[in-house]
């Protein structure tokens, strides 16, 4: 009797059906003091085929483990019926300044259609499932970046942030969230330097464009990190002004010749 109680709470994985909403209430109704909505969230749970929902992840909601939490969601790992690999659910806040998730995934779904972000899967009102991206923020990145780390994966990094970015403004969708990447842009866990753009609630279509000159910014303009990458790089003799003018015909209208002679000037 014992083992069998440990072993319940040390569960991690539950089916949509066995949430119940004293104890996992606050998980699908994050911040869980308005649970009014737990059963229909239960129910789009079976609409878009989650066969477990996994409370792993280094942010904790009670005792729970879950992959993040932002202002407008929260982030669990699950298993869909359709397929075996584990994908990244976002549930939206109950006190989210949105009323639904379909912004989200429909900017998401056409950043996809040219190779850009996670892999959308499919969407109710408050859930939004995904590819999930075993990766680091590159806010956490940054933080153990030292001026002897590798050059060459760090700008094989940024070279591959940038290209993203260019992807996105040629297919003229701004991201809008970009000025500070931090939490935006993931870097995938595997050898060679690999980045993903997420979160396209803020995007739009309408905007002009300013996903590259956002991040060149904040690598290579601003604040303590902008310092220690030019260092990594080598560029010593690097000119502010050159990459600000630079930037500025590309705002103009973004095309592949301004896009390569900033990635020259930047020796990415
Ligand atoms: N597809 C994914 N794969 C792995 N981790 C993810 C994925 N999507 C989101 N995350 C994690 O969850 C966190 C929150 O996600 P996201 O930024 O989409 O939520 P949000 O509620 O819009 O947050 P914010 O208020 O910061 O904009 C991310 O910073 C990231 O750590
Ligand atoms: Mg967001």
Known sequence: MKILQILETNRIEFSPSELRKKEHGALICYPGT?????????????????????????????????????CVSTVVKARLKSTDEIVALKI????????NMSRDYEHQKFANSFGVGPRALSATDDLFAMEYVDSVRLGKWLEKLKTRSSKKYTSGLIRNALEQCYLLDVNGLDHG???NP??????RNVVHPETVIIDYESASRERKVANLTAVSQFFFLGGWQSEKIRKILG??????????????????????????KILTLLRV
């Open 177 to 179: 969230e970009l000025s």
């Open 235 to 260: 560029l010593a003799k690097f000119s502010k002004k050159k990459l600000i003018e630079i930037l500025g015909e590309y705002k103009r209208g973004p095309c592949e010749s301004h896009f390569q």
């Open 92 to 99: 939206r806040r109950v006190d989210a300044n949105r009323v």
């Open 34 to 70: 308005d649970l009014k909505t737990f059963d229909a969230r239960v129910d789009q749970l079976h609409e878009i085929g989650v066969r477990k929902l996994i409370f792993d992840g280094s942010s904790k909601v009670g005792r729970y483990g879950i992959i993040g939490r932002g």
């Open 182 to 187: 931090t939490k935006h842009l993931l870097i």
